[in-house]
């Protein structure tokens, strides 16, 4: 027991600190612990500009009474400390009543370790050695290349969860990522190119990926946008590449899932389980147990073992999201789906690797049966309103289709559209799968989250771009 | 409360090495958030946080380092962190901290930014007025079906930072804000529209406009649809400008200057707008919701005009930056907080107003798109190219007055273009949170991409 975080709570000191949660009365109290470390390194002009560490630790308490959460966190894991974020947490949840007993904690099993290579073991000059390389490999690909910038990040965060049904889980995760930035100068003037690939893992990201790779990728993406003519604008066939397209899904459908926007009102998909929400193509997962992707878990933030979950199968909607507090408020299980940010945040539905399965159609086909359309082959960022389900997303790299071969790059652009109609319009799905890590920022909370999808065709969607 | 927080600043500052410049930064925040639905609370969250960032230099080498707690230990741990960074980092002839001359160059303005009386309102009050504006939301008008969140907030932060050259500043301001967002309409018509209300107290906060505003923005949208790409005049609502103004201050960043990731480099003295056009980043305005007295590294705040009469004047500059380019700071470091080193940042950018009332610029432009919120500000705009592609909803304006509600389209230009293009600035400045004060905006022509 008490393994991963031993040290940073003892276990008898959880359970008394349920208790004091409970002694005014309540359905259900918890003890999420954390330990945090993060280490980032930044290189810009060829030099290291900043190595960057840090450290937090502390715990949240929170108490559920109907409906009704009290939430309060510290920093100080005394005794004394946790006894009065307990009693904060409890003052807060609205009327009192009587006391109420806490379960026996009964100890999960240890989770296999997610790191091979734990990150405080590696030296930081082995660190900042990686940014070097990626700065000699960008500045390679050609003299347009003006700047490179590169950071390596990695954190480790130990996590305990207990509450009063009597779970007690742990948790060890390590992330590891590494970004390029190249800006290309050409004729059309400055433009930028990024690639931040991370994975559930420790140092051994780098048996994987190369940096001289990433900087490649991400000097190519600025070099083909000095070239870029603007994107056209209106109503057009837009084919997804592999992994670019999954964090559109994430946006357009995957929050419309998450139980408690639904329970608001403000999901699109709300009383359709069962119903035809998408084309017969689609089938879309959100899976915390995959491989070591950036989302990936073994318990997420309330000591709920991570889960795949089928949540659009063959067109048909057939499952929501769930944290604890709604899926105990409906009677049902938890899909492994409630996280925070960190001890200092309440957790709240949310996705872990959400994508879309695989289809049939070789992806060279999708392209040649589109007379006219945007290829797109990156994404940045982009958002939803869960109520309406319109969205926006960003494209970073993207071409033109004419007479079935991709032809000229354009410049970035908006798509726009809307999640269901989106997901009606899916008219080709590839044989081919890829994803994408990421940061989702529900609330204010960011966490890591990947995406992925095939090569698919979006019949109609709306390209913001500047073309006449 | 303050007082402390300094002395432990000075304490890490006065164990700098000989030949190493060492500034500690600590920070102390409480914060209360309450979130309640179908009039009852459904979360209330309280919560004291603190945390030290520790910068040290050597040889002009960088490190930093940080930790969320102020306990002894972890503060003397820190410290040797950050060292132990520091011979990580290349040497950087241009790193450095800023001096007591550089702080003395300048008088601090006095700012009154804490209210005690937050400090003393029960907690029964801010769930009071969490409940209150959901009900009012609820029951403004029949076509809203459901408040899909009401929300009260507020935080009272205290900070110090202290370096081994001397400088030093502490500060403390409180905080609290309420909004709500409004569901109006059914299934796949439905709209939604967000109201909110900030102050640095309780009794300053109007839960009222805020009902009243999430409920207009939400029913006005009923109906909307995609209109046929076009160009078109483009009237973008205050909430909407002070986003913009938000990209205008990151491009004007000169960290992003002494990298080249600009679209203004080298632009300085240039025409880059219309005459009409003056952009201020005014920190030491107290109606600001971003005002401070000093920035992140102890330096006075001052006014800054950044663009006048339509001229690029300068950019925002920090120690580092201001001597790596030779411009000097503009006392516009600024911190995400204990966790990063200070960078550069605007806090308070505001436009100098014009003499129409919205009223006004709707009837002088006769047709245009008003744009009341905007999506992808993130993903859509570059501050390097200034391509700016954003989705957008709001109604159409015809002979003056508004018309049919609009949604799912994107407005496309660049933001020199903008600039050029900027018609009619309005006489309704208002402060808003998000560091940036909203005005009513008239862009000449836009690219509108629909069906």
Known sequence: ?468 | MSESLLDLARSIAARAEPGEQVEAYVSRSRDTDVKVFEGAVEEFAVAESAGVGVRVIVDGRLGYAWAGSLDADVVADVLGEARDNARFAAPDEWNGLPTVDDARAIDAVDLELWRDDLMSVPTTDKVALALELERATATRDARVRGVESAHYGDAAVESAVASSLGVESSARRTICSCSVSALAGEGEGTRTGYGFSAGRTLAELEPEIAATDAVDRSVRLLGARPIPSQRLPVVFDPLVTRSLLGILGAALNGEAMVKGRTMFLGREGEEVATPEFTLYDDPTNDLAFGASTHDSEGLPTRKNALILDGQLLQFLQNTYTGRRSGKGSTGSAVRGGYATPPGVGSRALVLLPGEHTPEEILAAVGDALYVQSVSGLHSGTNPVSGDLSLGAEGLLVRGGEFAEPVREVTIASTVPRMLQDVADIGSDLVWLPGGAAGVTLLVGEMAISGV
């Open chain 1, 1 to 468: 027991m008490a393994g991963i975080t031993e040290g940073v709570i003892a276990p008898d000191l959880v359970e008394r600190t349920l208790a004091t949660a409970l002694a005014r009365g309540g359905d259900f109290a918890e003890v999420f612990a954390e330990d945090r470390q993060n280490v980032t390194a930044r290189l810009d002009d060829g030099r290291i500009e900043e190595l960057v560490s840090g450290r937090s630790r502390g715990a949240g308490i929170r108490v559920v009474r109907g409906e009704s959460t009290g939430f309060a966190h510290t920093a100080d894991l005394s005794e004394a400390g946790l006894r009065a974020a307990a009693e904060a947490a409890a003052a807060a949840s609205t009327e009192a009543g009587d006391p109420v007993r806490v379960a026996a904690l009964s100890p999960g099993p240890t989770p296999a370790p997610t790191a091979t290579v734990l990150p405080d073991t590696v030296a930081k000059d082995a660190k900042v050695a990686l940014l070097m390389q990626a700065d000699v490999a960008a500045r390679e690909q050609g003299g347009a290349i003006r700047q490179v910038s590169a950071s390596y990040a990695d954190g480790r965060r130990r996590v305990l969860v207990a509450n009063s049904d009597g779970v007690f889980a742990e948790d060890d995760q390590v992330r590891t990522r590494f970004m390029v930035s190249c800006v290309a100068e050409g004729d059309t003037g400055l433009h930028t190119g990024t690639e931040a690939p991370g994975r559930t893992v420790g140092f051994e990201l780098f048996d994987e990926i190369e940096p001289e790779a990433v900087a490649r990728v991400a000097a190519d993406r600025a070099l083909t946008l000095l070239r870029a003519r603007p994107a056209p604008s209106g109503r057009l066939p837009v084919v997804l590449k592999r992994g670019a397209g999954g964090v559109l899904f994430h946006e357009a459908c995957g929050h419309g899932l998450e139980a408690d926007l639904v329970r608001r009102d403000a999901s699109v998909f709300r009383g359709k389980v069962g119903e035809m929400v998408a084309s017969p193509l689609v089938t879309v997962i959100d899976d915390g147990t995959m491989g070591r992707e950036w989302g990936t878990f073994a318990i997420d933030d309330e000591g709920t073992p991570a889960r795949r979950n089928v949540l659009i199968e063959d067109g048909v909607l057939t499952e929501y999201m769930w944290d604890l507090v709604r899926a105990r408020a409906e009677g049902r299980p938890s899909s492994g789906n409630g996280r925070r940010e960190t001890y200092r945040h309440l957790p709240m539905v949310r996705m872990t690797n959400t994508y879309l399965q695989t289809g049939g159609t070789d992806p060279d086909d999708i392209i040649a049966g589109t007379e006219y359309g945007l290829y797109c082959v990156a994404l940045g960022g982009g958002q939803v309103n869960t109520a309406t389900g319109d969205f926006v997303f960003g494209v970073t790299e993207a071409y033109l289709i004419e007479h079935g071969e991709i032809t000229e790059p354009v410049r970035a652009a908006q798509l726009i559209g809307n999640g269901s109609e989106t997901l009606r319009l899916v008219d080709a799905v590839g044989n081919d799968f890829d994803t994408w890590a990421g940061t989702c920022g529900k609330d204010g909370q960011g966490v890591p989250v990947s995406s992925g999808q095939p090569t698919l065709r979006v019949a109609e969607l709306t390209v913001g771009g500047t073309a006449a």
